[in-house]
Protein backbone atom coordinates (compact mmCIF):
# COMPACT_ATOMS: atom_id res chain seq x y z
CA UNK A 1 0.00 0.00 0.00
CA UNK A 2 0.76 3.72 -0.76
CA UNK A 3 0.98 6.05 1.44
CA UNK A 4 2.00 10.06 1.36
CA UNK A 5 2.82 11.58 4.47
CA UNK A 6 2.29 15.37 4.32
CA UNK A 7 3.90 17.92 6.92
CA UNK A 8 5.17 21.86 7.18
CA UNK A 9 1.61 23.71 7.45
CA UNK A 10 0.55 25.70 9.51
CA UNK A 11 -0.03 30.11 10.30
CA UNK A 12 1.93 32.48 9.10
CA UNK A 13 1.95 36.20 8.81
CA UNK A 14 1.58 38.19 5.22
CA UNK A 15 5.36 38.16 3.71
CA UNK A 16 6.69 34.68 5.96
CA UNK A 17 7.83 31.48 4.53
CA UNK A 18 6.80 27.77 5.07
CA UNK A 19 8.23 24.60 3.73
CA UNK A 20 5.98 21.91 3.04
CA UNK A 21 7.55 17.82 2.67
CA UNK A 22 5.71 14.86 1.42
CA UNK A 23 7.36 11.54 2.21
CA UNK A 24 6.16 8.33 -0.19
CA UNK A 25 6.34 5.07 1.58
CA UNK A 26 4.94 1.79 0.75
CA UNK A 27 5.31 -0.56 -2.15
CA UNK A 28 7.46 2.14 -4.96
CA UNK A 29 8.08 0.57 -8.00
CA UNK A 30 8.78 3.69 -10.07
CA UNK A 31 7.84 7.70 -9.20
CA UNK A 32 7.62 10.00 -11.80
CA UNK A 33 6.11 13.24 -11.55
CA UNK A 34 5.15 14.50 -8.30
CA UNK A 35 3.67 17.62 -7.08
CA UNK A 36 1.20 20.25 -5.26
CA UNK A 37 -2.02 21.13 -5.76
CA UNK A 38 -4.16 23.80 -3.56
CA UNK A 39 -7.85 24.01 -2.38
CA UNK A 40 -9.30 27.21 -1.10
CA UNK A 41 -12.65 27.34 0.74
CA UNK A 42 -15.56 27.53 -2.16
CA UNK A 43 -12.90 26.96 -4.73
CA UNK A 44 -11.80 24.09 -6.91
CA UNK A 45 -8.38 22.56 -6.35
CA UNK A 46 -5.47 24.17 -8.45
CA UNK A 47 -2.25 23.42 -9.70
CA UNK A 48 0.87 25.14 -7.33
CA UNK A 49 3.62 23.44 -8.92
CA UNK A 50 4.87 19.80 -10.19
CA UNK A 51 8.77 18.55 -10.79
CA UNK A 52 9.44 15.75 -12.81
CA UNK A 53 12.15 12.89 -11.81
CA UNK A 54 14.81 14.77 -13.81
CA UNK A 55 13.78 17.67 -11.81
CA UNK A 56 12.01 19.52 -14.46
CA UNK A 57 9.63 22.16 -12.85
CA UNK A 58 6.42 24.05 -13.71
CA UNK A 59 4.43 26.35 -11.35
CA UNK A 60 1.40 28.48 -11.47
CA UNK A 61 1.75 31.89 -12.18
CA UNK A 62 0.44 32.97 -9.66
CA UNK A 63 3.55 31.61 -7.52
CA UNK A 64 6.05 31.87 -10.13
CA UNK A 65 9.34 33.87 -8.30
CA UNK A 66 7.70 32.67 -4.85
CA UNK A 67 7.69 29.30 -4.39
CA UNK A 68 10.38 26.69 -5.23
CA UNK A 69 9.64 23.03 -5.92
CA UNK A 70 12.21 20.44 -5.37
CA UNK A 71 12.94 16.45 -4.50
CA UNK A 72 15.27 13.80 -3.11
CA UNK A 73 14.50 10.50 -5.20
CA UNK A 74 16.65 8.84 -3.08
CA UNK A 75 13.78 9.83 -0.05
CA UNK A 76 10.75 9.39 -2.18
CA UNK A 77 10.33 12.94 -1.21
CA UNK A 78 8.57 16.64 -2.81
CA UNK A 79 9.24 19.75 -1.41
CA UNK A 80 8.09 23.00 -1.18
CA UNK A 81 9.35 25.92 -0.26
CA UNK A 82 6.58 29.17 0.22
CA UNK A 83 7.87 32.87 0.63
CA UNK A 84 6.62 35.56 0.45
CA UNK A 85 3.64 34.27 1.13
CA UNK A 86 -0.04 36.14 1.02
CA UNK A 87 -3.05 35.90 2.14
CA UNK A 88 -4.52 34.47 -0.93
CA UNK A 89 -2.17 31.75 -0.65
CA UNK A 90 -4.09 30.45 2.05
CA UNK A 91 -5.62 26.98 1.27
CA UNK A 92 -5.21 22.98 2.01
CA UNK A 93 -2.45 22.07 0.25
CA UNK A 94 -2.09 18.56 -1.39
CA UNK A 95 0.70 16.40 -2.49
CA UNK A 96 0.35 13.53 -5.46
CA UNK A 97 2.91 11.22 -7.02
CA UNK A 98 2.50 9.53 -10.33
CA UNK A 99 3.39 5.96 -9.57
CA UNK A 100 4.34 3.54 -12.63
CA UNK A 101 5.60 -0.12 -12.81
CA UNK A 102 8.90 -1.59 -13.83
CA UNK A 103 7.91 -1.65 -17.67
CA UNK A 104 7.06 2.05 -17.59
CA UNK A 105 3.35 1.65 -17.25
CA UNK A 106 0.92 3.80 -15.47
CA UNK A 107 -0.18 2.89 -12.50
CA UNK A 108 -1.95 5.52 -10.44
CA UNK A 109 -1.77 8.62 -8.56
CA UNK A 110 -1.66 9.09 -5.61
CA UNK A 111 -2.72 11.84 -3.39
CA UNK A 112 -1.29 12.78 0.37
CA UNK A 113 -3.99 14.04 2.95
CA UNK A 114 -3.42 17.51 2.77
CA UNK A 115 -2.30 20.26 5.11
CA UNK A 116 -3.69 23.17 5.91
CA UNK A 117 -1.95 26.90 4.92
CA UNK A 118 -3.29 29.73 6.91
CA UNK A 119 -1.53 33.27 5.74
CA UNK A 120 -3.16 36.19 8.26
CA UNK A 121 -1.71 38.92 10.65
Known amino acids: QVQLVESGGGLVQPGGSLRLSCAVS????????MGWYCQAPGKERELVAT???????RYADSVKGRFTISRDNAKNTVYLQMNSLKPEDTAVYYC???????????????WGQGTQVTVSS
Open 51 to 57: ITRLSGT
Open 26 to 33: GSILNIRT
Open 96 to 110: YADLYGVSGTYIKTY
